[in-house]
């Protein structure tokens, strides 16, 4: 959106139209937005690993200080599933065998964490910054190899179209989403942005024009 912005600004005002300030922006856009997902996705992460670790604890904690109720919630999460008590009795005397097979079954029953697959916030960061370079990485090629105002400008914003729709439908794949759907919503969302750094770019290059 930013090299839109930068691109339409230079369409308006061709005199002062610079090829490499594009693509000087694109650059800066890249590594500024890397940098702010990853960290972003970082501290949202840690909370989430630092709560983990929390119930992880607490579990712990009851299931060192009160066996008996936790063994009978655990009956219980067994017979909400639709098992006969007798039936819950055995598979949670089974699965409390050991201390580690104990606290996995709470964990996993109780509240669905499955304590071999904490958070990973640093993994996080350093795949929100990949996606991040790779959705750049069109619109910074175009911008790259396209000379002109007018054909830079349009390549960026097909690109940028293709792009955000490919993203939007991964998304939506691994998530279990309506593929199309939302794609489109990604792809209708992301050119709303362009319009708008469109716009301001647009009123820039007017108003240093004159």
């Not at 089974?94 to 079954?105: D, F, G, R, V, W």
């Not at 071999?116 to 640093?122: G, R």
């Not at 792809?187 to 942005?193: E, K, M, P, Q």
Request: proline share 3%.
């Amino acid at each position: 959106s930013i090299m839109v912005g930068v691109a339409a600004a230079s369409l308006i005002n061709k005199k002062d139209y610079d090829h490499n300030l594009v693509i000087m922006t694109g650059l800066a856009a890249l590594v500024a937005g890397a940098c702010s997902m990853a960290l972003g996705e970082f501290v949202s992460v840690y909370s989430q690993r630092d709560t983990e670790k929390t119930d992880i604890a607490r579990e712990k904690w009851e299931l060192l200080n009160n066996p008996e109720n936790e063994f009978g919630e655990l009956v219980e999460c067994y017979m909400a599933k639709g098992l006969s008590r007798e039936l819950s009795t055995r598979v949670a005397e089974e699965l409390s065998a050991t201390k580690e097979q104990a606290l996995q079954a709470h964990l996993i029953e109780e509240i669905n964490l499955d304590p071999d697959d904490v958070a990973n916030p640093i993994q996080a960061a350093i795949v929100s910054a990949i996606s991040f370079g790779a959705g750049t990485a069109g619109p910074l090629l175009v911008a790259g190899f396209v000379k002109g105002a007018v054909p830079q400008l349009i390549g960026i914003i097909i690109i940028s179209g293709v792009m955000l729709f490919v993203f939007g439908g991964i998304g939506a794949h691994l998530g279990g989403a309506p593929l199309v759907r939302a794609a489109l919503r990604v792809f209708i969302s992301g050119y709303l942005a362009m319009a708008a750094t469109f716009g301001a770019g647009a009123l820039f290059g007017l108003a240093t024009s004159k």
